[in-house]
């Protein structure tokens, strides 16, 4: 192990995920070994500078310190089998976004489990494949972790530090509170949003031209792999079942109150507002930037002309008066020659955006 993570390490599956691991990994000074069904992925990932392709040059120095499996949930198990059976690593972990089943298939194939720990970075993109793949993927996000009783302590401290040399905060849970959690934050969420959409797939043209950043924001999320998502979904029935079925308890309280009201009766507006109230709520608990409490955060509206560099300029303004830009927006309607860009900033620097906006030439609204 280096310093700041493994000194070696052979990372199976070159996809967004696996791709993104590896280049951080080589960030840090790793040495990575790169393993994918398809040759033309293993390669790119290669010509990107996430590793060295075992197909090209083969594995060389003996096991790794880590391997990495990055595969769908159901592909985990027979690909830790070969994996240990050919001494790829010293120690074993996955990446996938449900942990019960791989975890249940390994001990059914008789894999090693005191150096295979389940594991799970918290992010990803819309986009898939290598060419999606980023260094910085991790950084700041969750990293699960979840050990099991036969795992040596050896094994649990390295994929901590993988996690963290990836620039993930390592967050220690059971396989079944992982598959539950994530069924409340990503699985239950990526089917709501691909509900919405699919109701725009024979919309009228007319009414896709209104579409604003509310219905963009929304179905953001449903643009993913269909084939990987349900392989995600299918892993992890029970839990997203059961919170899908009381969000349709919700839907269907909400469809028979507007029912009401639409019949000239507003003893059903109460049921809309509580769940809007209780909505509200829940938005207000999610955590801010690296995990801590979510703060309180100013808008500043600012014109933007429509040509080159000009959001760079304006990014490069703001940070040379010392403010950090905690979230952006942008808002452009077709044919129009500006933009609106809307900068989160912490409310005692909005003073000071304004004031170097304004002396830019920005119009700007507070």
């Known amino acids: 192990m280096t310093a700041s993570g493994p000194g070696s390490a052979v990372v199976v599956g070159a996809g967004l995920i696996g791709t993104s691991v590896a280049l951080a990994l080589r960030a840090v000074g790793t040495q990575v070994w790169l393993s994918d069904a398809d040759p033309a992925a293993e390669q790119l990932a290669a010509d990107m500078g996430a590793g060295e392709s075992v197909r090209a040059a083969g594995q060389a120095g003996g096991p790794a310190d880590i391997a990495v ?24 972990t996955d990446v996938a976004s449900v942990k019960q089943l791989p975890l249940a298939a390994a001990r059914a194939l008789g894999c090693d489990l005191t150096s295979f720990v389940p594991g799970h970075p918290l992010s990803g993109r819309e986009r898939s494949g290598p060419a999606a793949a980023r260094a910085d993927l991790f950084l700041g996000r969750p990293w699960v972790i979840c050990p099991v009783e036969e795992n040596s302590a050896a094994a649990v401290t390295a994929v901590a530090a993988l996690a963290q040399a990836c620039g993930g905060q390592p967050v220690l849970l059971s396989a079944a509170d992982h598959d539950r959690y994530v069924a409340l934050v990503s699985h239950v969420p990526h089917l709501v949003a691909a509900a919405v959409a699919a109701g725009l797939e024979h919309a009228p043209p007319e009414a896709l031209q209104l579409a604003g950043q509310g219905i963009r924001d929304v179905t953001r999320i449903a643009a993913g792999s269909p084939d990987m998502w349900a392989q995600i979904l299918s892993a992890n029935a029970g839990p997203v079942g059961e919170l899908l079925a009381e969000v349709a308890r919700e839907l269907d309280a909400a469809a028979a109150g507007l029912g009401v009201l639409a019949g000239g009766n ?15 709520a829940g938005v207000g608990r999610l955590p801010g930037k690296r995990g801590g409490p979510a703060p309180e955060y100013a808008m500043v509206q600012v014109v933007i002309p429509d040509r080159p560099g000009e959001l760079a300029r304006l990014f490069q303004v703001v940070g040379a008066a010392g403010v950090n830009i905690e979230d952006v927006d942008i808002e452009h309607s077709p044919g129009l ?12 620097s909005v003073d000071a955006v304004t004031g170097v906006l304004a002396a830019g030439g920005w119009p700007v609204r507070r």
């Open 337 to 348: 020659p500006v933009g609106v860009a809307e900068l989160w900033v912490r409310p005692e």
């Open 266 to 280: 507003d003893d059903a507006r109460k049921v809309l507002t509580d769940l809007l109230e209780r909505g509200r």
């Open 69 to 92: 499996l990055a595969m769908p949930p159901a592909a985990v198990a027979p690909e830790l089998a070969a994996a240990q059976q050919r001494g790829v690593a010293r120690c074993y």
